[in-house]
């Protein structure tokens, strides 16, 4: 009788990460974290996190947008942001940020935050993510001083738009709904580290972790392009609504009988 061997460590963590081993190299547009990826619905999202962990508790949250018509404040209709899911033995958090309307809601950024019962070794859990997303762009070990590793990969061919040096390679940067972050990729097109089409940013992904053996790590990634295409998307929806707001205010003010 054939006696099957035992999974080997580094298998058992490609596991973990949500994947088999597989030596080709990935673009973070093609990236999962524990089977989500990037430009997914909602309903596909709630899908794959039942796959993944059934126990997860899941919370929305919902953002709304102010514009004025010159008297009164008015407010968007509320549009999902984010959601969070808990494992309820504190093992797992995973966030997940939706793009903003008028635009369909899709997922432009994913943050899993994972600690391990039985922590496997720092260089095990490095190879072990190596195996799963192919080569970094930016791959920088622990050292004494800096014991933290932080892996990076960039979508190839696409601007790496978060830089602020030429000598950066590449910086992460999570998704938000916030429209004023556009203010600060706005400053970079003025320093040429960013497109004057934003929509072009291409896609990043990071893998942060610092003990020895590892404990937690972060995996996280971030569909800039779209994100900030929908976002100056709604920007420009909510300066039409503004102007739309403003114009039957002034349509329908009534003087006083004099």
Known sequence: MRRQSAPSRTTLLALLLGTVLVPAL????HFDIVGLRLGMTEQQVRSTLNAHNPQLQLNSKTVSYTYSDGTKQHQTAPALAEIVAVAMNGTENITLLF???PKPARLVGVRRVASLPNP???EQMVQATLQKYGPPAVNRPR??????TRLIWIEPGKPQCWRSSAKQVAVFTAASPVLDVLQQFAQRQKMGFAPADLSQCGAIAQFVTASDPVRNFTMEMTDTGPWLDTLQATRAWVSGLEAQAKKARVGAGTTPKL
């Open 26 to 29: 990935a673009a973070p547009d």
């Open 99 to 101: 793009s903003q309307p």
């Open 120 to 122: 496997p070794t720092h």
């Open 143 to 148: 050292e004494r001083l800096k014991p933290e």
